[in-house]
């Protein structure tokens, strides 16, 4: 079966440090991959995602950036934290049928709870 | 972008009633899923539903694409269904490969269910 695994879970970083998240799926090839932050007030912002490897789409102009150095692997980075950085950031998966197009098995990892002090 | 309407944004029930959340999108989808976020964090996949309904337990989820919106209703509340719960499409289209897996997100429904 497909997990999806995210680290840390919390972390709190001064303003100007830098960052690093890492999230890994295991059990399928090729997935889909996306972080989301999702701020104070519930909803959740598409910052990266990435349909194969080297392969990163941004969503929005920010701070962060993001890298895709393994099939399975997706990396969430920045060179100076921002107060505004602060945030629950969630790594996703997904996979893509071949013979449709259609999209299944959109699955979360569990969470990195950022704040920038 | 597809606009994702949730309603409503907050919902406080007694254990043991029903409820309706829905959900409205302005544009023709080919994915709608329903998640449950539990206190913690954690997003569940309730629903892939894209058109006609479902049920798992308690939960059933209904979708009507042609009038561009989801239900999911949720009988006999228990404090564990407490959380937010969020509604998410992926659009159709010939232009959709720029966007292939790509969740738009409503901002999602509070409930809150007390003993």
């Known amino acids: 079966s497909q997990t999806i695994h995210q680290w840390p879970a919390t972390l709190v970083q001064p303003v100007g440090s830098p960052l690093s998240l890492e999230c890994t799926v295991e059990g399928t090839s090729n997935p889909n991959l996306y972080w989301y932050r999702q701020a104070a007030g519930r909803g959740l912002q598409l910052l990266f995602y990435?349909?194969?490897?080297?392969?990163i789409s941004s969503e929005v102009p920010q701070n962060l950036s993001a890298s895709r150095p393994q099939d399975r692997q997706f990396i969430l980075s920045s060179k100076k934290l921002l107060l505004s950085d602060s945030g629950f950031y969630l790594c996703?998966?997904?996979?893509?049928?071949?013979?449709?197009?259609?999209?299944?098995?959109?699955?979360f990892g569990s969470g990195t709870r950022l704040t920038v002090v | 972008g597809i606009q994702v309407e949730q309603s409503p944004p907050d919902l406080i029930l007694q254990e043991g009633a029903n409820s309706t959340l829905r959900c409205n999108f302005s544009?023709?989808?080919?994915?709608l899923q329903w998640f449950h976020q539990n206190p913690w964090g954690q997003l569940i996949n309730l629903f892939y539903i894209p058109s006609g309904t479902k049920q798992n337990g308690r939960l059933s989820a209904t979708t009507v694409a042609t009038e561009r919106y989801s239900l999911l209703y949720i009988s006999s509340s228990q404090t564990t269904d407490s959380g937010v719960y969020f509604c998410?499409?992926?659009?159709?289209?010939?232009?959709?490969?720029?966007?292939?897996?790509?969740?738009?997100f409503g901002r999602g429904t509070q409930l809150t269910v007390w003993p």
């Open positions: 990435s349909v194969g490897i080297g392969q």
């Open positions: 996703a998966w997904s996979a893509i049928l071949f013979v449709t197009g259609d999209t299944y098995g959109y699955t």
């Open positions: 544009d023709s989808v080919n994915n």
């Open positions: 998410a499409v992926e659009r159709s289209g010939p232009d959709r490969g720029s966007t292939l897996g790509r969740l738009y």
